[in-house]
């Protein structure tokens, strides 16, 4: 496992080169790649030239966000697949094999088995694409209870739901975004992490939660930083991903409104 900068995550943006210089700052040991910041940056400079500039700060590519969205219309699905593979072969060129987009846990169109249907078609077609170039897809699900309150169906939430699409999507290069908050809201256990293989994990979230506040109550973008009230057993969780093997990268994710307004350096 190794310590990633995703400054999208922390509600900070920068651009690429100070990206960079933040993420030795705060001694991590990878970097996100934005898929639009660097998609212009090809156009100036080569893979090669890219890669220098972490290589040399001793940085590696953590991964990105599938620019795909898995719900919704079906024009607007296709619209984007079509700009996939050019994407894809991009971030293969750049050696940054892993994307990953989380599952909204609810419709208020499809039942379940609908909204099923239509997702292991769409991820089974992101899959392929991405296959094509070596890349892998993080599915990553939205746990807390009240993300589902005033819909009319219900859809995946949890990490058997995940691994059920995966199986039914068919791919190998489908796996788990596992998201500490997302674990704890469903009730996960460190047995379930335990269950898996290191490489049914994709992509790792760290954060923790509020105290005072029972789970199924506790709200998604009001989050804390890692080990900051010890609500979340930060220690357990990433003790079991090691012991699975899992080797990617671990981004802080904790949605802080005071992370926000502090300067960024």
Not at 16 to 43: R, W, Y
Not at 143 to 153: D, E, F, I, M, N
Request: aromatic share 10%.
């Amino acid at each position: 496992m190794f310590k990633n900068l995703n400054l999208g995550a922390l509600g900070l943006k920068a651009p690429f080169t100070e990206a960079i210089e933040l993420a030795c700052l705060g001694e991590f040991e990878g970097i996100e790649l934005d898929v639009q910041e660097i998609m212009n940056l090809l156009k100036e400079k080569s893979a090669a030239e890219i890669n220098s500039l972490l290589e040399s700060r001793g940085l590696r590519w953590g991964g990105w966000v599938l620019p795909v969205r898995l719900g919704g219309d079906e024009e607007a699905f296709q619209r984007e697949l079509e700009n996939l593979p050019k994407i894809a072969e991009n971030a293969y060129r750049l050696g940054c094999f892993r994307a990953y987009t989380w599952i909204i846990p609810f419709s208020d169109e499809l039942n379940f088995e609908e909204n099923f249907k239509l997702h292991v078609e769409r991820v089974r077609a992101v899959a392929e694409i991405l296959d094509e170039y070596g890349c892998v897809l993080g599915l990553e699900f939205i746990a807390p209870k009240t993300s589902r309150l005033g819909h009319k169906y219900e859809f995946i939430h949890d990490m058997k739901g995940i691994l059920d699409l995966r199986e039914a999507v068919g791919a190998d290069n489908v796996g788990i975004l596992l998201d500490s908050w997302h674990w704890y809201t469903s009730h996960g256990t460190i047995d379930q992490i335990l269950g898996l293989k290191g490489t049914d994990v994709v992509y790792v979230h760290i954060n923790d939660a509020p105290a005072g506040i029972p789970v199924d109550e506790q709200i998604d973008n009001v989050r804390c930083l890692p080990g900051e009230t010890g609500v979340i057993d930060i220690s357990g969780f990433l003790k079991a991903l090691k012991k699975i093997g899992y080797d990617g990268p671990v981004t802080p994710e904790p949605f802080d409104e005071k992370l926000k307004k502090m300067p960024i350096r």
